[in-house]
């Protein structure tokens, strides 16, 4: 099946920038969708299809997809962006969905 | 707006089953399929798979046939989840959620139920 890796965590200062990658064969063939999951509540999609913004979601939040790698980007990260993050994707091979192994994000 | 509202948390022996409804609601329900994710305490997001709401056909992941029902109710724009022969390793968070176009290898995740807590101990 196919497999998305991520890192487990990322550390970011405030205002800084924080990239979270998404590993996987070929993934820059796939449309990615990045999740942002805070604590006790339910996930919620800040990227879609590789680089779009859902209404609502903040221009510092961006995506990019290319070769084997596909990154969400947080630029001038603040507290609030403290979460853990999720990429997917759908799997032509088994026709499923796909979600990386997600990446917890501290703000220093 | 969409509302995706699911059943309260669940307290089940071994061996039980437990059914999880998701109720929708703010949109026409039977224009976007309905999938169900699990999470496991401390873990990551896994896609169980979907149901089609027109035809009520559902799509099982690997890991979740057998066991694993998904059904539908649309008079009452319902969705279920059913889980029989509970296992410890089935204690987890049961999301539903929304599928954001009809389109199959287009799809992400637009709406999120709260999740249901499932917790199976004896």
């Known amino acids: 099946s196919y497999v998305l890796t991520q890192p487990p965590s990322v550390s970011v200062a405030p205002g800084k920038t924080a990239r979270i990658t998404c590993g996987g064969n070929?993934?820059?063939?796939?449309?990615v969708h990045w999740y942002q999951q805070k604590p006790g509540q339910a996930p919620v999609v800040v990227i879609c299809y590789d680089d779009d913004r859902p209404s609502g979601i903040p221009e510092r939040f961006s995506g990019s997809n290319s070769g084997n790698t596909a990154t969400l980007t947080i630029s001038r990260v603040e507290a609030g962006d403290e979460a853990d993050y999720y990429c997917?994707?759908?799997?032509?091979?088994?026709?499923?969905?796909?979600f990386g192994t997600g990446t917890k994000v501290t703000v220093l | 707006q969409v509302q995706l509202v699911q059943s309260g948390s669940e307290l089940k022996k071994p061996g039980a089953s437990v059914k999880v409804s998701c109720k929708a609601s703010g949109y026409s329900f039977t224009s976007y399929g309905l999938n169900w994710v699990r999470q496991a305490p401390g873990q990551g997001l896994e896609w169980m798979g979907w149901?089609?709401?027109?035809?009520?056909?559902?799509t099982y992941a690997q890991g979740f046939t057998g066991r694993f029902v998904f059904s539908l109710d649309t008079s009452v724009t319902t969705a279920y989840l059913q889980i029989t022969g509970l296992k410890a390793a089935d204690t987890a968070v049961y999301y539903c959620?929304?599928?954001?176009?009809?389109?199959?290898?287009?799809?992400?995740?637009?709406?999120w139920g709260q999740g249901t807590l499932v917790t199976v101990s004896s």
């Open positions: 149901i089609n709401i027109n035809s009520g056909i559902p």
């Open positions: 997917q994707v759908w799997d032509t091979s088994s026709d499923h969905r796909v």
């Open positions: 959620a929304r599928a954001s176009t009809w389109e199959w290898s287009r799809f992400y995740f637009d709406y």
């Open positions: 070929s993934i820059g063939s796939k449309s």
